[in-house]
């Protein structure tokens, strides 16, 4: 499953990147059934950063600082619900700056 | 006896824990990312130690501060000198960070007190004790060491269930993601020995990383990136294209993975510095030639380990390949070509070092006694005893913020750490010396009730304290916000039961404003033009209630005069809804078949109330309690009985007003009846509800222990697993109250009977004489046929033969389902 998700994300990605429009609407519904299946995506770019997150794979371009954000997102962060509590089944991969 | 279960390997990169006990082994994942290994890397951030991936991650940046391959110190008198703590720390102490980070891997809350804990086998005495050092100072009062060589051919022996009664040789080849070992191994009835092992301390996957960069990667890139010399510049410090490199690093692992298992992959490189967005084909053949001289520097290890010890290939029985990279195809048909030795692959090759010791403390005894052990003091929440700090906890539990401040006071001082983990693993201050007062910023999850764990512990980093129950609401919840009186819900239609019945959109005492995009189908096809139509019904009422008991909030009628293409059964119909704060109702409708879309707002003053609609579930609800009253099993309760004519006799009498009432009637009139009509049924609901709750909740308790008993029969591991999957959470759904839940849980539950049933063919003799005996084929002479090829079957016991004969006979009975008055006009259209 988490391939899966993994090959959406990158579809979703690649559309927005140019401008493909065409597929939004069926994007939308099948992240709305990965949901349904207790899934969720996060794409964390543009977020800050500090040591203690856990949810990232960083690789750091300098060192971690108030200012430290998210300038890269190589694999996004994969929850899933298991008895009301979400879980992170894949970490994300990104790039700090 | 009790026995120590628990297994570490503890590895240069990678660290991991299983534990084995009473036939059941389990590989422990780390909380946080739910990965099964931990890296052996150490982090001192000023007051903060992190431990585990998070450290890794701080490497290249902080490498006077973060510590990792210390395995290879261990026993030596070198010692890491951390800056931001300005100390001296051994690898015993570094290692034994490790094994303490592992511990809290154990999610059953088991304390450990002995672990066996595995060791390269070219570990002398000094590095073995070293390892045993570290074991007690991470908390076990006893350490049992193992050969990883041992180790996995003990996990290799116990998948397959081996018995040896003679003494054969293996090798044991180890190709990790940075070391590479080979050891020679004998093993008899009673013993495993290693004889000889070889390796490369600098020798992994992440050179193979690498090798894709440099020698794949780059020269396509370079004139992309109009640049030369690049491999060179990615390795120079602070180059402004270390960026791409570190992305590069990525794409390379990935691609190793794929290549794997396919013959080619693409590379995908985004550089939006350089606005550069390519795609690089790899095939497995060129990736195989970069492997080349790698594998054959391994090759060469093991055929030096076989002629020191006076060896040909045909005294080795098997290579057991262990580690990483021995999952890349080439890795195996190499070695397993040159050495000319079967190679076997059973075991998961990054978990059998942790397993084979998980499988080796299943059976060494415990030689702890009951008073060795002090009394756990872990896993409490709030329990202060004298030995526990009182902690004063603050913390808003409600937030818009996506980060909160939570503030702890220790009420007696102690010297020690705290640590605070987000529940779902995505946030971990690590390891942070204690102060009096402490504030610690935790990030939140948006739109989530986020769980967090405070654990304090004392110097010696043993827990004096535990609190799990640390919950705040993110985003969803505002104290100021207005709660939903009742559930409001969607009228769908039931196809299976032939009734429309109501689906919560947004559950009581949510807070307002809601929204949410749900996706139905379409129940029936609706004809362009026609005058059939699509029904969407808000409700709000009970969720498990009937429609009509609800009161309609938004009603929405599609004609097929409005539909420019037919609405096609089973399509899909997208809903997006929301609720404003002052319970405004925006409904917007895409049908997909007709690629159209439809949008509505209501507002309680334009409530809309269809005198059809009304008149159709006044009369359903008479014919239900018609039916209700014909049960023999109500003939005697008058009391029932009484009630139920009361409800049907009202309900007649509206019916009444309803057909007297003008179409275009402005008085309120049709209110008035709307709302006697909810109330009453209401009331029918009620008598009748928690009766077939009741029987569902019977019937699905006997479902569950038939299938419990076919399985007791059977034995099957996979469909035991299938059954748990459908009664987990069961205390749940049962109070749920919801029988479409628990109903479809009885199916979920009859199609696991069913897939046991017919998984054996010999189960179909009993049905066979059973459809033999029927009399009602339409076609006899066909039904003849089939009975004298399923007799002849049974006799050449060609159960299979039996089966289809059975189901083919079944096929041709007619259809004797009841019809139903659940006509085309009373669905809504939605399901």
């Known amino acids: 499953m988490k391939e899966i998700l993994n090959q959406l994300y990158e579809i979703e990605q690649k559309s927005i990147k140019n401008n493909i429009t065409l597929f939004d609407r069926n994007l939308k519904r099948l992240f709305h059934d990965i949901e349904e299946q207790g899934f969720f995506i996060k794409n964390p770019l543009g977020e800050k950063f500090s040591e203690s997150r856990t949810d990232i794979d960083a690789t750091l371009m300098n060192n971690i600082g108030p200012e430290s954000k998210i300038t890269k997102v190589l694999k996004p962060i994969i929850y899933k619900k298991e008895n009301d509590q979400l879980i992170i089944i894949q970490k994300g991969v990104a790039i700090v700056e | 006896m009790k026995t120590i279960n628990f297994g570490i390997d503890l590895g240069t990169t990678n660290s991991l824990i299983a534990k084995y006990e009473n036939g059941v082994l389990e590989v422990f994942k780390n909380p946080i990312g739910q990965k099964q290994t931990l890296a052996s890397a150490v982090a001192f951030r000023g007051s903060r130690i992190l431990v585990g991936d998070k450290a890794r991650d701080l490497l290249e940046k902080d490498p006077l501060n973060v510590f990792t391959c210390f395995k290879r110190k261990m026993g030596t008198t070198d010692r890491y000198f951390a800056k931001s703590i300005n100390k001296d720390v051994s690898p015993i102490e570094l290692s034994a960070y490790v094994l303490k980070e592992l511990k809290n891997f154990i999610h059953t809350g088991e304390e450990l007190h002995e672990a066996v804990i595995t060791i390269p086998s070219s570990f002398d005495t000094i590095q073995s004790n070293a390892t045993k050092t570290a074991g007690q100072e991470a908390g076990f009062k006893n350490v049992y060491l193992l050969q990883e060589p041992i180790a996995a051919s003990l996990a290799f022996a116990n998948k397959n269930n081996l018995e040896l009664n003679e003494t054969k040789k293996?090798?044991?080849?180890?190709?990790?993601?940075?070391?590479?070992?080979?050891?020679?191994?004998?093993?008899?009835?009673?013993?495993?020995?290693?004889?000889?092992?070889?390796?490369?301390?600098?020798?992994?996957?992440?050179?193979?990383?690498?090798?894709?960069?440099?020698?794949?990667?780059?020269?396509?890139?370079?004139?992309?990136?109009?640049?030369?010399?690049?491999?060179?510049?990615?390795?120079?410090?602070?180059?402004?294209?270390?960026?791409?490199?570190?992305?590069?690093?990525?794409?390379?692992?990935?691609?190793?993975?794929?290549?794997?298992?396919?013959?080619?992959?693409?590379?995908?490189?985004?550089?939006?510095?350089?606005?550069?967005?390519?795609?690089?084909?790899?095939?497995?053949?060129?990736?195989?030639?970069?492997?080349?001289?790698?594998?054959?520097?391994?090759?060469?290890?093991?055929?030096?380990?076989?002629?020191?010890?006076?060896?040909?290939?045909?005294?080795?029985?098997?290579?057991?390949?262990?580690?990483?990279?021995?999952?890349?195809?080439?890795?195996?048909?190499?070695?397993?070509?040159?050495?000319?030795?079967?190679?076997?692959?059973?075991?998961?090759?990054?978990?059998?070092?942790?397993?084979?010791?998980?499988?080796?403390?299943?059976?060494?005894?415990?030689?702890?006694?009951?008073?060795?052990?002090?009394?756990?003091?872990?896993?409490?929440?709030?329990?202060?005893?004298?030995?526990?700090?009182?902690?004063?906890?603050?913390?808003?539990?409600?937030?818009?913020?996506?980060?909160?401040?939570?503030?702890?006071?220790?009420?007696?001082?102690?010297?020690?750490?705290?640590?605070?983990?987000?529940?779902?693993?995505?946030?971990?201050?690590?390891?942070?010396?204690?102060?009096?007062?402490?504030?610690?910023f935790v990030d939140l999850l948006e739109g989530q009730v986020n769980s967090f764990s405070l654990k304090i512990y004392n110097?010696?980093?043993?827990?004096?304290?535990?609190?799990?129950?640390?919950?705040?609401?993110?985003?969803?919840?505002?104290?100021?916000?207005?709660?939903?009186?009742?559930?409001?819900?969607?009228?769908?239609?039931?196809?299976?039961?032939?009734?429309?019945?109501?689906?919560?959109?947004?559950?009581?005492?949510?807070?307002?404003?809601?929204?949410?995009?749900?996706?139905?189908?379409?129940?029936?096809?609706?004809?362009?033009?026609?005058?059939?139509?699509?029904?969407?019904?808000?409700?709000?009422?009970?969720?498990?209630?009937?429609?009509?008991?609800?009161?309609?909030?938004?009603?929405?009628?599609?004609?097929?005069?409005?539909?420019?293409?037919?609405?096609?059964?089973?399509?899909?119909?997208?809903?997006?809804?929301?609720?404003?704060?002052?319970?405004?109702?925006?409904?917007?409708?895409?049908?997909?078949?007709?690629?159209?879309?439809?949008?509505?707002?209501?507002?309680?003053?334009?409530?809309?109330?269809?005198?059809?609609?009304?008149?159709?579930?006044?009369?359903?609800?008479?014919q239900k309690i018609e039916r209700e009253i014909a049960k023999p099993e109500n003939a005697e309760n008058y009391e029932l009985l009484q009630k139920f004519k009361n409800i049907e006799h009202a309900l007649i009498e509206l019916q009444i007003e309803l057909s007297l009432l003008v179409d275009n009637d402005v008085t309120d009139a049709k209110f008035k009846i709307d709302n006697q009509k909810r109330s009453l049924i209401q009331k029918y609901d009620l008598l009748t509800r928690h009766k077939e709750l009741d029987n569902d909740i019977e019937e699905?308790?006997?479902?569950?222990?038939?299938?419990?008993?076919?399985?007791?029969?059977?034995?099957?591991e996979y469909y035991m697993a299938e059954l748990n999957k459908v009664i987990a959470n069961e205390k749940t759904f049962i109070n749920s109250g919801n029988k479409y839940l628990i109903r479809s849980k009885i199916e979920e539950l009859r199609v696991i009977r069913n897939a046991i049933f017919t998984a054996d063919d010999s189960n179909f003799i009993g049905p066979f004489f059973h459809y033999k005996t029927l009399d009602n084929y339409p076609d006899q002479q066909k039904a003849n046929i089939l009975i004298a090829e399923g007799d002849k079957a049974l006799e050449n016991k060609q159960y299979k033969v039996v089966k289809q004969v059975v189901y083919q006979l079944a096929s041709m009975l007619p259809d004797d389902k009841p019809k139903t008055s659940f006509n085309n006009q009373d669905k809504t259209g939605l399901s």
């Open chain 2, 170 to 440: 293996w090798l044991i080849y180890d190709f990790g993601g940075g070391t590479f070992d080979v050891a020679l191994l004998e093993i008899n009835e009673r013993e495993m020995n290693v004889l000889d092992n070889e390796g490369d301390n600098f020798l992994g996957g992440m050179d193979i990383d690498n090798l894709i960069i440099e020698k794949l990667l780059v020269p396509k890139l370079e004139p992309i990136l109009n640049e030369t010399k690049l491999w060179d510049k990615f390795k120079e410090p602070n180059n402004p294209l270390q960026k791409l490199y570190f992305e590069l690093l990525f794409r390379a692992e990935e691609a190793k993975k794929e290549l794997s298992r396919f013959e080619t992959t693409e590379i995908d490189i985004d550089y939006p510095e350089k606005d550069i967005y390519t795609s690089i084909e790899v095939t497995r053949d060129s990736f195989n030639n970069l492997l080349t001289p790698l594998v054959e520097h391994t090759i060469n290890f093991c055929k030096k380990i076989l002629n020191n010890n006076n060896l040909i290939s045909t005294d080795i029985e098997k290579i057991i390949m262990v580690g990483g990279s021995t999952l890349i195809p080439y890795v195996r048909e190499q070695v397993e070509k040159n050495l000319n030795i079967t190679i076997d692959t059973s075991v998961d090759p990054t978990a059998a070092v942790g397993i084979g010791a998980a499988y080796y403390a299943g059976s060494k005894i415990s030689a702890l006694k009951p008073e060795d052990i002090k009394p756990p003091t872990t896993n409490q929440t709030e329990v202060s005893t004298s030995t526990q700090p009182l902690v004063n906890l603050i913390f808003e539990k409600n937030t818009k913020d996506t980060e909160e401040l939570l503030a702890f006071k220790l009420n007696s001082s102690l010297q020690g750490f705290y640590r605070v983990i987000r529940k779902d693993g995505g946030f971990d201050t690590g390891l942070v010396t204690l102060q009096n007062n402490v504030n610690v």
């Open chain 2, 700 to 716: 699905y308790k006997n479902n569950v222990l038939a299938v419990k008993q076919v399985l007791t029969e059977s034995g099957s």
């Open chain 2, 459 to 622: 110097s010696n980093q043993d827990v004096v304290y535990t609190n799990n129950d640390i919950h705040i609401n993110q985003g969803k919840y505002n104290i100021q916000g207005q709660l939903l009186p009742n559930d409001i819900c969607l009228e769908i239609d039931d196809i299976q039961y032939n009734v429309t019945r109501l689906e919560a959109i947004f559950n009581k005492n949510s807070v307002l404003p809601l929204k949410k995009t749900i996706y139905k189908s379409a129940s029936k096809t609706i004809l362009k033009d026609s005058d059939d139509k699509l029904q969407i019904n808000i409700v709000e009422g009970d969720g498990n209630g009937l429609p009509s008991s609800g009161l309609s909030i938004g009603y929405i009628e599609i004609t097929g005069k409005e539909l420019e293409q037919d609405l096609i059964k089973g399509t899909d119909i997208e809903l997006n809804i929301s609720v404003s704060e002052s319970r405004d109702i925006d409904v917007d409708i895409f049908l997909t078949s007709c690629d159209q879309e439809f949008s509505n707002s209501f507002k309680p003053t334009e409530r809309y109330i269809s005198n059809s609609k009304m008149e159709n579930e006044i009369r359903v609800v008479i």
